[in-house]
């Protein structure tokens, strides 16, 4: 996991000092304390499956890494720039890791550029994904749009390379605006980023494996 190990370490956490800092010192026990009385779940379908373009290649994909202040099954709301506020009421029914994981082996899956794409890393592979999850949040910073923000890292290795070398990375930021930062209204707009963010992810993997030499 060093390439996802090295953007953790290397900026993406900056900021959790200002959010820690606007939350109470024990955010996943308060979290806990109240039950989620409504559930959501990001689901999204790629439609049709592409036919075979894989000449055989497997992907092996790592469980999906989320950054601290969105790990929780909590939805979570921006209020201030340095400031991320979790509802308790309002939760995903797996977490956002899970979710995400599964979401991404099913889209891939359809793209037709893996003959398989596993989650078991005891399997053989020619390709590993991991992937960062480092925006996940509703806007509500009061002077700012009401928007819902995605975020995601994207590391490919070649398992046949020396020292597996990362052989494509890309790093995608999707806003989608909505009427009013609201739970359901949030979710929302998550679907259809991640719609267009994968999209875009199948868009530079079909360049890669175009320009890739036989």
């Excluded at 991991?130 to 009401?146: F, I, W």
């Excluded at 928007?147 to 995608?172: N, P």
Aim: net charge negative.
């Amino acid at each position: 996991m060093s390439a996802i190990k090295s953007v953790m370490t290397l900026g993406i956490m900056l900021s959790l000092t200002g959010c820690f800092g606007s939350m109470n010192s024990k955010p996943e026990q308060q979290i806990v304390e109240e039950a989620p009385q409504q559930f959501y779940v990001i689901d999204v379908d790629r439609g049709l499956k592409e036919h075979d373009r894989s000449q055989g290649r497997v992907l092996y994909l790592a469980p999906v890494v989320v950054t601290s202040q969105f790990r929780a099954k909590n939805i979570v709301f921006k209020v201030e720039d340095n400031a991320f506020q979790p509802l308790p009421e309002h939760a995903f029914f797996d977490t956002p890791q899970e979710m995400f994981t599964t979401q991404l082996q099913r889209w891939l899956t359809k793209t037709g550029f893996f003959k398989r794409v596993i989650l078991d890393d005891a399997q053989q592979a020619d390709y590993i994904l991991e992937v960062a999850v480092t925006g996940l949040y509703g806007d509500k910073r009061e002077g700012q749009p009401a928007q819902s923000v995605l975020e995601m890292q994207f590391f490919m290795t070649d398992t046949h390379a020396k020292a597996e070398e990362v052989v494509f990375q890309t790093g995608l930021h999707i806003d989608i605006d909505i009427a009013e930062t609201t739970p359901s209204n949030t979710v929302n707009g998550w679907k259809t980023a991640l719609i267009k963010l994968l999209s875009t992810l199948e868009d530079d993997l079909s360049s890669y494996f175009s320009n890739e030499t036989p």
